[in-house]
């Protein structure tokens, strides 16, 4: 059984950080892609970024490039995005996501196979 679970979120106040964690469990996480997504109340659903199975390749969507980080660690099964110079519209749910497809690249225009349950991230002062 695939499971992703995410940690992490929180409240954080306008140019503060936060590092949300996913831990994979069930399948062949090494050969995985995996990326974030979130999605506020009333909007489409926003892939934020992604990382290859080898770590080699990352995708990150215009909204927060420069800001976010992702990175990954196989020996742990565990995806990291580094969230930093946190803005009010950054508030929302993030979820953790897996393609189960083999792919040397990873695309966050790509319908995801597997999704955590979410972790709220709030910026407010």
């Known amino acids: 059984q695939l499971r992703l679970v995410e940690s992490g979120g929180g409240l954080v106040q306008p140019g503060g950080s936060l590092r949300l964690s996913c831990a994979a469990s069930g399948f062949f996480f090494n050969i995985r892609n995996i990326g974030w997504f979130r999605q506020a109340p009333g909007k489409e659903r926003e892939g934020v970024s992604c990382i290859s199975a080898s770590g080699d390749s990352t995708v990150y969507a215009d909204t927060v490039k420069g800001r976010f980080t992702i990175s990954r660690d196989n020996a742990k099964n565990t995806v990291y995005l580094q969230m930093n110079s946190l803005k009010p519209a950054d508030t929302t749910v993030y979820y953790c996501?897996?393609?189960?497809?083999?792919?040397?690249?990873?695309?966050?225009?790509?319908?995801?196979?597997?999704w955590g349950q979410g972790t709220q991230v709030t910026v407010s002062s």
């Open positions: 996501a897996a393609w189960w497809s083999v792919q040397a690249m990873c695309a966050i225009d790509r319908q995801p196979n597997s």
